[in-house]
C-alpha cells in the first residue's frame, strides 16, 4: 500500500469558531481519509493544501478557475507542476446547507471533505466516488473517535 500524502491545513476565516471540530482533528480527518484513499488502491498524487474559507473567497475561485457565479460547498484542484493538491470548503456554505437540510454539521463537514478529497484522488462523480467517500467518511469518524474519543 502506498504512504498517504500529507495534508497541511489553513483557516483564512473566523468562522471556525463555531466547528464541532478544531483544526487538529479536522487535518486529522484528512489524513485519515488521505489513508482511506491510500487502502482502497485510490491514492492521492501528492501533498494537499486544504483551505477553510468563506463564500466571498470560494466565489471568487469559482468564477476564476470554473466561470462559475456564486459560492459553492467546496472545490478541488488536482496537483500541477509539482504544486499540492488544493481543496477549499466554505464554511458560509456548510453552515447554510446545514441549516437548509437539517443535516448534522459534523457529518456534512466530513462529507464535503471526503468529496473533495476524492475529486483531488483523481475520481469524478459516480458509483465508484460514492463508495470511496463513504470509505473517507468512515475512516475519518473512526481515526476521529479513537483518537478524540466520541
Do not use: K
Not at 10 to 20: G, I, Q, R, Y
Not at 33 to 54: I, T
Not at 119 to 148: I, K, T, V, W
Amino acid at each position: 500500500m502506498p504512504e498517504p500524502a500529507q495534508v497541511r491545513l489553513f483557516a483564512s476565516c473566523t468562522a471556525v469558531a463555531w466547528l464541532p471540530l478544531d483544526r487538529r482533528q479536522i487535518r486529522a480527518a484528512l489524513q485519515d481519509m488521505a489513508a482511506a484513499l491510500a487502502w482502497a488502491d485510490c491514492p492521492l498524487p501528492g501533498p494537499v493544501e486544504a483551505h477553510l474559507v468563506d463564500d466571498a473567497s470560494i466565489s471568487a475561485a469559482n468564477w476564476q478557475h470554473l466561470g462559475c457565479m456564486g459560492p459553492t460547498n467546496v472545490l478541488s484542484f488536482p496537483q500541477q507542476g509539482g504544486l499540492p493538491g488544493e481543496l477549499l470548503l466554505s464554511l458560509d456554505t456548510l453552515r447554510r446547507e446545514c441549516l437548509l437540510y437539517g443535516q448534522d454539521l459534523t457529518e456534512h463537514l466530513l462529507r464535503l471533505l471526503a468529496h473533495g478529497m476524492a475529486h483531488l484522488a483523481g475520481l469524478d462523480h459516480g458509483p465508484e466516488m460514492d463508495r470511496l467517500c463513504a470509505l473517507c467518511q468512515e475512516g475519518a469518524e473512526a481515526g476521529l473517535s479513537a483518537a478524540f474519543g466520541d
